[in-house]
């Protein structure tokens, strides 16, 4: 004896509950969000050259020591950071060139791998950025840097790949 199977749809409560895409954020809270956020732009140049200044440090010091893990680390948590402050910043090419460098030293098993002269082009990038002030995304010299830089992370990475 065959049984039709019963199909039974059970509500998504948790979508009302939550109020779906971004439903649920107060337009009063975002708004003075927003504001507090504009009120500290004035710092950011200084947080952002204060960020990039370890980025350097990290830099020295794999220059000095080597690429060791310890230092690697140190290397991708700086740009980790400014790759999530990069845009909030007013910088998003500092966000994309980050993001680059990122993707190479993601991977801790092959992250000693990476070439540090590749290491050292993110970084003068990131810091050309900074030093010219360049805040359109669409900057032709800045987005021609940056893809370039992606190109190269690719290549050496597409090396890891089975």
């Not at 893990?69 to 500092?94: M, S, V, W």
Request: aromatic fraction near 4%; charge should be negative.
């Amino acid at each position: 004896m065959s049984e039709k199977a019963q199909v039974i749809q059970i509500p998504n409560t948790l979508r009302a509950k939550v109020g779906g895409k971004l439903g649920a954020l107060d337009p009063a809270t975002l708004a003075k969000a927003e504001e507090a956020l504009s009120s500290l732009s004035d710092q950011f140049d200084n947080w952002l050259d204060d960020e990039v200044n370890k980025l350097e440090k990290a830099q020295e010091t794999i220059r000095n020591e080597g690429l060791s893990e310890k230092n690697a680390e140190q290397l991708y948590f700086r740009c980790h950071d400014l790759k999530g402050l990069g845009t909030t910043y007013g910088y998003p090419l500092i966000t994309r060139i980050a993001g680059s460098v990122c993707k190479m030293l993601d991977d801790e098993i092959i992250r000693l791998q990476s070439p540090r002269l590749l290491i050292d082009a993110h970084v003068d990038a990131i810091r050309a950025v900074v030093r010219g002030k360049i805040k359109d995304e669409n900057h032709p010299v800045g987005v021609a840097l940056a893809e370039t830089l992606e190109a190269r992370v690719k290549e050496h990475m597409d090396k890891f790949k089975d």
